[in-house]
């Protein structure tokens, strides 16, 4: 494998988008296949992409803060704004092209079906954008042919054992929880968990808003959901476990009783490198298991009373329609909020329930509608938000 293929990468500057640079950098010197990085969009670290681009020889940047972007070298042609990423792909992106969408949240979605729509293959690290527009986004990947690679582990990890089975062998997927920082706090020190212990989290090195999402076990209800579009299985098909040592990834039950797992360490450039190189596997840039070091693998149901995301998360698939973009939208809120200090760790799953409660699902077929709905649920998720400060102390930071 040493032809060059194109890559943009939309969030480079997060996680994702860093580490995808670095296996990009080890598949150059590896053999692999060689990356000309044509396109880096991120968010406000402006010294991060002018650094990035140098280093990878590329001139086409995007940056959502334009007051950042001022700050970027004039050799750069930097597009600015909140629909900068959207532009970047407009400009340079070409049929073929590889796209890792790392953007996070509900923004990362108008850039990736622009990109699907001028025929980029997707490495899709970005859940919400399938949270808040599956059937949207799936339609556009049928119509244009091309292909969706998860990136995400677990969802990597359901690919990657598929290759033991097809779809209509599979009984069941389980997806794996580290269970976050809170795993084994009782339900009130839980519920009024600051925002430091929120983000200590135990295996996982991540952005704030996806390691919040993780000790609220929103992050696997959102997989849940992504699970759920990503391989066509109804709610009642799709679980979730807790597993501490965050090493298997998922397992895929099959109906003839046997079950495939995918075990690797907790670092996401495992998942970007199977992406990137798929369907083949080159060395990787990790190290590998420790088996010698490992004398037990623990596994313990998740806890709905305390963690309700799994639950709710179920209870979208059930209801389509917009109830994606509301649970996502509301939960974008809810987090804002605690990161705030004006809404209790213990409140983030009572916003989105309220959420789900109040907004009717209604069906969504474009853009423009999964965009209305996320605003609708934005604005009652912050009302949401605001009874209950009123009636309690703000969390405590």
Not at 136 to 159: I, M, N, T, Y
Request: glycine content about 8%; charged content about 20%.
């Amino acid at each position: 494998m040493t032809e060059t293929r194109r890559l943009i990468i939309l969030g480079s500057t997060g996680s994702i988008g860093t580490a995808t640079l670095e296996v990009v950098a080890h598949l150059a010197q590896d053999g692999g296949p060689r990356y000309s990085v044509v396109g880096l969009a991120a968010g406000s670290n402006a010294a991060l992409l002018a650094q990035q681009a140098a280093q990878f020889g590329v001139h086409d940047v995007a940056l959502a803060d334009t007051l950042a972007a001022g700050s970027l070298p004039t050799s750069l042609r930097t597009l600015a704004g909140p629909d900068a990423a959207t532009e970047l792909i407009e400009r340079i992106a070409q049929p073929g092209d590889m796209v890792m969408a790392a953007m996070v949240g509900v923004a990362g979605l108008a850039p990736v079906l622009a990109a699907i729509e001028r025929g980029c293959n997707i490495a899709l690290a970005n859940k919400e954008t399938l949270v808040a527009a599956g059937s949207v986004v799936q339609e556009a990947v049928a119509r244009k042919g091309v292909k969706l690679l998860p990136v995400d582990s677990e969802h990597s990890a359901v690919f990657q054992c598929l290759r033991a089975g097809t779809l209509r062998e599979v009984d069941r997927l389980i997806l794996t929880a580290s269970g976050g920082p809170f795993r084994t706090w009782s339900p009130e020190r839980t519920a009024n968990a600051t925002l430091a212990e929120a983000l200590r989290h135990p295996t996982w090195q991540m952005g704030r808003k996806v390691t919040i999402d993780s000790a609220s076990l929103m992050n696997k209800g959102l997989e849940v959901i992504e699970a759920h579009w990503l391989f066509d299985l109804p709610s009642e098909r799709i679980d979730a476990i807790v597993h501490p040592q965050s090493i298997v990834h998922s397992f895929v039950e099959f109906r003839d009783g046997s079950t495939i797992a995918q075990l690797s360490p907790p670092s996401m450039k495992h998942p970007i490198q199977y992406a990137l190189t798929w369907p083949d596997r080159l060395t990787g840039c990790c190290p590998t298991i420790a088996w010698d070091a490992i004398r037990s693998l623990e596994f313990e149901p998740v806890d709905n009373a305390r963690f309700p995301a799994i639950s709710l998360a179920k209870r979208v698939i059930d209801a389509g329609g917009s109830s994606g973009a509301i649970f996502n939208a509301a939960n974008e809120i809810a987090v804002e909020a605690f990161i705030a200090g004006s809404l209790r760790f213990g409140d983030i799953a009572t916003v989105v329930t309220a959420s789900l409660d109040r907004l009717h699902a209604r069906p969504v077929h474009t853009l423009a509608e999964v965009l209305a709905a996320d605003r609708d649920a934005r604005v009652c998720a912050s009302a949401c938000v605001a009874e209950l400060a009123a009636h309690s102390p703000a969390a405590t930071r």
